[in-house]
C-alpha cells in the first residue's frame, strides 16, 4: 500500500554498490548536458535563464521520490515552455515582477491539477488527445519554436506565440539583423547538425564503444556552449552587440509563495489545464516506452501524482511548468542510469553549478542556445506520421490538419483545444451514423456476412439486420430509421432479426427507440426478434419492460434464428 | 427539387374543400386557446403581454409555408420563454427599452442558427441530447416555471431564474401576501385541475362524441379567462390591487429592426444556440410523433429551415424566440387540422384580435394567466421517466440527476450544458474501457461465447480474444494493457486471436496500438491473429502497413482459427 504511493520504497532496500557507480556516471553527465537546455527553455518562456535551473532543482528531486519510471528526467521541456510563455504573455509583460509571479501561479495550479487527476484515478484523461492530434500538435509547435529562435540567431528582437506574429517580427527586423550573432547561430547549428549526423559513426569507427560513441555524439551542444562562450568571451562580443546570458544570480533558488488574485487564478485556469495534459502525455509517453524497453511497470495515477508533486515545488522554489522530457531522460538513459538515483545526483550537480558557477555563464551567446534548441526541437517535426495518417483516415487526418494549422496561425492553445473537439466531435458523428449491413448466411456454415460483400443464402420473409455499433442516445434516431426503411421497402416482411453481436451498451434512449421500433412493426404486421445478445447488454435489458414488450424471441445467435424460420420447420409454421 | 425546399407545394395541389372546412374550424378554436398562453408566456419570458401575440402571426406563416409537418403549431413555448427571460435579464432590465431589443436579437441569431443548420444538415446535432437529459431538464424547468407562477398566483414579486431566487423571493414576499389575487388565481388552479380530470368523462356521459368531449373539456382556460375578465372588469379588482395585464396596443405588430452591438450578440451567441437546440428538439420530437401517427413524412433538415425562418420573422416584428409547442399542437391536432392552412387561419384569427380587441384584454388577471401556466407546464414533469432512467441505467440517470439539480440551482444555461458535458463525456468515459471477453468454442457449434458466462471448449496454447468495441484513440492504450495482461498470465500461450466482430472502425491511434501489440508478442514469442475483421475495417487495414507486418493471419471466423489451431491439424504443427 505504502509502495504504491511510494514508488521508491519498491527499489531502494535492493540498491547496491553497481547500481549506485552507474548512477552517479549519469547524474553527472546529465548536469553537464542538460544546463544549456534548462537556460534555453527558461529564456524561451519569457523569464530569466536561471529559472531553468531552479526548475531542474527541487522538481527533478519530487518526481525521484513520487514518480514510477525509474530513468525519466524530469524538468523544463521545450513545448512546456512554449505554452508556458503564450499563456504568461497575455496577463503580464514579459521581464516584470507580475510575470514571474504568474509563473508561480501556472506550476501551482498545473502541479495541483495533476495531483488531484492522480488522486481522483483521472489518468485516463489523457487518452481524449488522439495520437494524430498530439503528433500535429508537437510537429507544429516545433515549428513555431524554430522559427523564433531563428529571430535570436539573427540577433532580431520578434516577439510572439504564432507564426504570423513571428514571420512579421522577423521580416520587420531584417534591416537590423546582426551579422556577428547570426554567424555564432549558423555556426553553431552548422556543427549541431553535422556533429548529430557525422560524430556518431566516425567515433565508432575510431574505435569508440557504441554506447559511449553514442554519448560523445550527444555532447555536441556542451562542446558548442563551452567554445562559443570562450569566444563571446575573449572576443568581448557583448560589447559588440552580440546577445548573452549576462549576470545569472548565483545561489541557491529562493524559496517563493505564488500569490492569490482570482483574476489571475481565473485566467490562467484554461492554459494550466492544458499545461497539465500536454505535459503528462509527453511524459507518459517516454515513461511506457522506457519501461516496456526495461521490463518494467509504470503506474499513470502515479505518475500524475509525481508529475503534480513536481510542478508545485517549482512553485515554491521560483520555477516554472515542468514535466519528463525527451531529451534529458535520453541521454539520462543512455548514460546508464539505473533508478531514480540518477535524476537525485543530476538535481545535486545542478545545485553546485547554481550555487558556485553561474559567473561562468554570463559570456554565453544567446545565439548559441537557440542553435541547440532549434536542433533539439526539429526531431518532433513527424513528416512520415503526417503522411501515414493521410493515407490511413482522412477524418483522423482533418483532425490533425485543424491541429497544426491553428497551432500555427493561432497559437498553441487554440490548436491543441481545436485538436481535442475535433477528435471527439468526429467520433461522436461517426457512431451517430453506424454502419449496419443486412446479412446472409454463407452456404453451410452459421457465419452471417453482409448480403451486398458474400454469396449468401436469405430468407424471403426474414431479414436479418446486424448493427455494428453500440446504442446510444446520438444513434438512437438513425437506427429507428434504418429499420423502418428496411420494412417499408419489403412488402412480404414477417420477422426482422436485430443481431446484436457488435452492440456493447444500449442506453436509455436507445431503449426508448427500440421501444418504439417494436410498436412500430407490431402496427405493421412484423415481429422484431433479437440475436447474439452480449451477456451484460441482456442483464440490463432484463431490468427494463422491453423483453415483456417484445412480441418475438431472443436468438442465442442469428443461426439459431435461421433453423427456427427456415421453411419447414416448425417455428415458422407457427409464427 | 423546389418542393424540398418549399413543402408547401406538396399538398396544395390537393387541397380540397373538405380540408378547407376542417382547417378553417381548427384555425378558429386555435385562436381562442391560444391566446391565454401566448400573453402569459410573453409575460414569463419578462416582455410585454402583447409580444406573445406578435409572435403568433407572421412566424406562424412562415413556418407553415417552409415546415414539413402538417399540424406543428409554432409560437412562444414555456420553456423558451423562460430560456430567454434568463439570458435577456443578465444583459438588460426588465421593462427597458434594451430589453425589447435584446429579444429581437435573440430572435435574430437563433433564427439564423437554424437555418444555418438546416443548410449545413447539421439536423443530427440534435442527437447529442440525450433523452433522460431532455426528461431531467423539461421537468425541471417545469418546476421552476412552477415555482415563480405561484408567486404571481400570491400576488408576491418574486424574481429570479433559478429555485434559490425565486424561493428567497417569495419567502421575503409572504407578508405582503395580497388575498384577493390568491383567491383568484387559487381559484383558477382548482377549476382547471378539475375540468381537466372530470370534464371529459362527464361530457362523455352527457353524449358528446369523444373527440368533442375532449376539445370542450381543453377549453377551461378559455372560459377561466372569460369568466375572472369579467369579474375582474365589474368588480374594479385592478383598483383594489389585483394585477391585470392593463392596456395591450392595439394593431398589427411594427417593423423592427435587430441592432447590431457586438457585446451584446456575444453575450447572447451561448443562449441563442442553447435555445435553437432545445426548441429544435422539443419541436422535432412532436413533430415526429404526429407524422407517425398519420403516417406522414418530417425532414428534420428542412424542420431546422422552418423553425429558423419563422425566428427571423419574429425578429423583424417585435417578437420573441418560438418553437413548434406542445400545448398549442395538441390543440391543432385535436380540432381536426389537415394542413398547414389551419396555422394560417389561427394566425389570421389572431391578427384580427391584436387589430381590433386588445381592450378586452385589459382587466383579464395576471393570477389566471399564471394558473393556465401551472397546470399546462406541470404535465412535463416526467416521474415515470426519471424512476425508468434510475431502474435501467445508473450512468444515465447521473447525467439526468445533474441536469435537474443544476437547472433548479443555477438556472436553465447551467443545466442544459451539464447535461450535454455529461452525456458525452459518460459516453466517451464507457467506451474509453471497453468490455472485452476470453472466448471459447461452445461444444458441437461454430459459435464462440464468453468462458466466464458458458460451458466452453478451450485450446491451452490459443487464446481467443473478443474485443467488445470500436478501437479509438481514447480506448488504445486499453487494448494495449489488456492484451499484454492476458499474454503474462498465459506462459504457454503460442497464439492470440483478436476477434473483431465488434469492432466497427480502428482508428489511426489505435492502428499503432495493434502494431505495438504486434510487436510486443512478436518479441514475446506469441503470434497475434484477427478474426471477423468487417469489410469496412478490413479495406481501411489494407491501406496501412499494418498487414505487411503482421505475422500471423486474418481468419474469416474464429471457428476457422479454432480448425486451423486444434490439435491434429496441419496448420498447428506448421505454427
Given at each position: 500500500?505504502l509502495?504504491?504511493?511510494?514508488?521508491v520504497l519498491?527499489?531502494?532496500?535492493h540498491?547496491?554498490?553497481?547500481?549506485?557507480?552507474?548512477?552517479?556516471l549519469?547524474g553527472i553527465i546529465?548536469?553537464?548536458?542538460?544546463?544549456p537546455?534548462?537556460?534555453a527553455?527558461?529564456?524561451?518562456?519569457g523569464l530569466?535563464?536561471?529559472?531553468g535551473?531552479y526548475?531542474s532543482?527541487?522538481?527533478?528531486?519530487l518526481?525521484?521520490l513520487?514518480?514510477?519510471?525509474?530513468?525519466?528526467?524530469v524538468?523544463?521541456v521545450?513545448?512546456?515552455a512554449?505554452?508556458t510563455g503564450?499563456?504568461?504573455?497575455?496577463?503580464a509583460t514579459p521581464g516584470?515582477?507580475?510575470?514571474?509571479?504568474?509563473?508561480?501561479?501556472l506550476?501551482?495550479l498545473s502541479?495541483?491539477?495533476l495531483?488531484?487527476?492522480?488522486?481522483?484515478?483521472?489518468?485516463?484523461?489523457?487518452?481524449f488527445?488522439?495520437?494524430p492530434?498530439?503528433a500535429?500538435?508537437?510537429?507544429?509547435?516545433?515549428v513555431l519554436i524554430?522559427?523564433?529562435?531563428?529571430a535570436?540567431?539573427a540577433?532580431?528582437?520578434?516577439?510572439?506565440?504564432n507564426a504570423?506574429?513571428l514571420?512579421?517580427?522577423?521580416?520587420d527586423g531584417?534591416p537590423h539583423l546582426?551579422?556577428?550573432t547570426?554567424?555564432?547561430?549558423?555556426g553553431?547549428?552548422?556543427?549541431?547538425?553535422?556533429?548529430?549526423?557525422?560524430?556518431?559513426?566516425l567515433l565508432?569507427?575510431?574505435g569508440?564503444?557504441?554506447?559511449?560513441a553514442?554519448?560523445?555524439?550527444?555532447?555536441?551542444?556542451?562542446l558548442a556552449?563551452?567554445?562559443t562562450?570562450?569566444?563571446?568571451?575573449?572576443?568581448?562580443l557583448?560589447e559588440r552587440?552580440v546577445?548573452?546570458?549576462g549576470a545569472?544570480?548565483?545561489?541557491?533558488?529562493?524559496?517563493?509563495?505564488?500569490g492569490?488574485d482570482?483574476?489571475?487564478?481565473r485566467?490562467l485556469?484554461?492554459?494550466?489545464l492544458?499545461?497539465?495534459?500536454?505535459?503528462?502525455?509527453?511524459?507518459i509517453?517516454?515513461?511506457q516506452?522506457?519501461a516496456?524497453?526495461?521490463?518494467?511497470?509504470?503506474s499513470?495515477n502515479?505518475?500524475?501524482?509525481?508529475?503534480?508533486?513536481?510542478?508545485?515545488a517549482?512553485?515554491?522554489t521560483a520555477?516554472?511548468?515542468?514535466?519528463?522530457?525527451?531529451s534529458?531522460?535520453?541521454i539520462?538513459?543512455?548514460?546508464?542510469?539505473?533508478?531514480p538515483f540518477?535524476g537525485?545526483f543530476?538535481a545535486?550537480g545542478?545545485?553546485?553549478?547554481?550555487?558556485?558557477?553561474?559567473?561562468?555563464?554570463?559570456h554565453?551567446p544567446?545565439?548559441?542556445?537557440?542553435?541547440?534548441?532549434?536542433?533539439?526541437?526539429?526531431?518532433?517535426?513527424?513528416?512520415?506520421?503526417?503522411r501515414q495518417?493521410?493515407r490511413?483516415?482522412r477524418s483522423?487526418?482533418?483532425?490533425?490538419?485543424?491541429?497544426i494549422?491553428?497551432?500555427l496561425?493561432?497559437?498553441?492553445?487554440?490548436?491543441?483545444?481545436?485538436?481535442?473537439?475535433?477528435?471527439?466531435?468526429?467520433f461522436?458523428?461517426?457512431?451517430?451514423?453506424p454502419h449496419?449491413?443486412?446479412v446472409?448466411?454463407l452456404?453451410d456454415s452459421e457465419h452471417f456476412r453482409?448480403?451486398?460483400?458474400?454469396?449468401?443464402?436469405?430468407?424471403?420473409?426474414?431479414?436479418?439486420?446486424r448493427?455494428?455499433?453500440s446504442?446510444?442516445?446520438a444513434?438512437?434516431?438513425?437506427?429507428e430509421?434504418?429499420v423502418?426503411q428496411i420494412?417499408?421497402?419489403h412488402p412480404g416482411?414477417?420477422?426482422?432479426v436485430l443481431?446484436?453481436?457488435?452492440v456493447?451498451?444500449?442506453?436509455?434512449?436507445?431503449?426508448?427507440?427500440l421501444?418504439?421500433?417494436?410498436?412500430?412493426?407490431?402496427?405493421?404486421?412484423?415481429?422484431l426478434h433479437?440475436?447474439?445478445?452480449?451477456?451484460?447488454v441482456?442483464?440490463?435489458l432484463k431490468?427494463?419492460?422491453?423483453?415483456?414488450g417484445?412480441?418475438g424471441?431472443?436468438?442465442?445467435?442469428?443461426?439459431?434464428?435461421?433453423?427456427?424460420?427456415k421453411?419447414?420447420?416448425?417455428?415458422?409454421?407457427?409464427a
Amino acid at each position: 500500500m505504502l509502495k504504491r504511493y511510494l514508488p521508491v520504497l519498491t527499489w531502494l532496500p535492493h540498491y547496491n554498490r553497481r547500481q549506485l557507480g552507474a548512477d552517479l556516471l549519469a547524474g553527472i553527465i546529465v548536469t553537464v548536458m542538460v544546463i544549456p537546455q534548462s537556460l534555453a527553455y527558461a529564456l524561451l518562456a519569457g523569464l530569466p535563464a536561471v529559472v531553468g535551473l531552479y526548475a531542474s532543482l527541487l522538481p527533478a528531486v519530487l518526481y525521484a521520490l513520487l514518480g514510477t519510471s525509474r530513468t525519466l528526467a524530469v524538468g523544463p521541456v521545450a513545448i512546456i515552455a512554449l505554452m508556458t510563455g503564450a499563456a504568461l504573455s497575455n496577463v503580464a509583460t514579459p521581464g516584470s515582477a507580475a510575470y514571474l509571479q504568474a509563473a508561480l501561479v501556472l506550476s501551482l495550479l498545473s502541479g495541483a491539477m495533476l495531483v488531484a487527476m492522480g488522486l481522483l484515478r483521472l489518468g485516463f484523461f489523457a487518452n481524449f488527445l488522439s495520437h494524430p492530434v498530439i503528433a500535429g500538435f508537437l510537429s507544429s509547435s516545433a515549428v513555431l519554436i524554430a522559427i523564433g529562435q531563428f529571430a535570436h540567431m539573427a540577433g532580431i528582437s520578434a516577439g510572439g506565440y504564432n507564426a504570423l506574429e513571428l514571420l512579421s517580427g522577423i521580416i520587420d527586423g531584417l534591416p537590423h539583423l546582426h551579422w556577428p550573432t547570426l554567424a555564432i547561430g549558423l555556426g553553431t547549428l552548422l556543427f549541431l547538425v553535422t556533429s548529430r549526423r557525422q560524430a556518431r559513426p566516425l567515433l565508432t569507427r575510431l574505435g569508440l564503444a557504441p554506447a559511449t560513441a553514442g554519448l560523445v555524439a550527444r555532447s555536441g551542444p556542451v562542446l558548442a556552449v563551452v567554445a562559443t562562450t570562450l569566444l563571446s568571451w575573449q572576443l568581448g562580443l557583448a560589447e559588440r552587440g552580440v546577445a548573452v546570458v549576462g549576470a545569472v544570480p548565483g545561489g541557491l533558488p529562493p524559496l517563493t509563495l505564488p500569490g492569490f488574485d482570482l483574476t489571475l487564478w481565473r485566467a490562467l485556469l484554461i492554459p494550466a489545464l492544458l499545461i497539465s495534459v500536454v505535459g503528462f502525455v509527453e511524459s507518459i509517453s517516454m515513461a511506457q516506452m522506457l519501461a516496456a524497453k526495461r521490463r518494467q511497470r509504470i503506474s499513470p495515477n502515479q505518475e500524475l501524482v509525481g508529475l503534480g508533486s513536481a510542478n508545485l515545488a517549482a512553485a515554491f522554489t521560483a520555477g516554472m511548468p515542468v514535466t519528463g522530457g525527451l531529451s534529458r531522460t535520453v541521454i539520462n538513459d543512455e548514460s546508464g542510469a539505473q533508478t531514480p538515483f540518477a535524476g537525485l545526483f543530476a538535481a545535486l550537480g545542478i545545485g553546485l553549478v547554481t550555487l558556485l558557477l553561474t559567473p561562468l555563464l554570463h559570456h554565453l551567446p544567446i545565439a548559441t542556445l537557440a542553435a541547440t534548441i532549434t536542433v533539439a526541437i526539429l526531431t518532433l517535426v513527424d513528416i512520415p506520421m503526417i503522411r501515414q495518417t493521410w493515407r490511413y483516415s482522412r477524418s483522423d487526418f482533418s483532425a490533425m490538419a485543424a491541429t497544426i494549422l491553428l497551432t500555427l496561425a493561432e497559437g498553441v492553445e487554440a490548436g491543441i483545444i481545436t485538436g481535442v473537439a475535433l477528435s471527439i466531435g468526429l467520433f461522436l458523428y461517426r457512431t451517430s451514423r453506424p454502419h449496419s449491413a443486412v446479412v446472409g448466411r454463407l452456404p453451410d456454415s452459421e457465419h452471417f456476412r453482409s448480403i451486398q460483400r458474400h454469396e449468401t443464402e436469405t430468407l424471403s420473409h426474414v431479414s436479418f439486420l446486424r448493427i455494428d455499433e453500440s446504442l446510444y442516445f446520438a444513434n438512437a434516431r438513425y437506427l429507428e430509421d434504418t429499420v423502418l426503411q428496411i420494412v417499408a421497402h419489403h412488402p412480404g416482411l414477417e420477422h426482422v432479426v436485430l443481431i446484436c453481436s457488435a452492440v456493447n451498451l444500449i442506453d436509455a434512449s436507445a431503449l426508448e427507440s427500440l421501444e418504439a421500433i417494436n410498436e412500430r412493426l407490431n402496427e405493421a404486421g412484423v415481429t422484431l426478434h433479437l440475436a447474439e445478445v452480449k451477456g451484460p447488454v441482456m442483464d440490463r435489458l432484463k431490468r427494463s419492460d422491453f423483453l415483456d414488450g417484445l412480441r418475438g424471441r431472443v436468438f442465442l445467435s442469428p443461426f439459431a434464428a435461421w433453423e427456427a424460420f427456415k421453411p419447414g420447420a416448425v417455428e415458422n409454421q407457427r409464427a
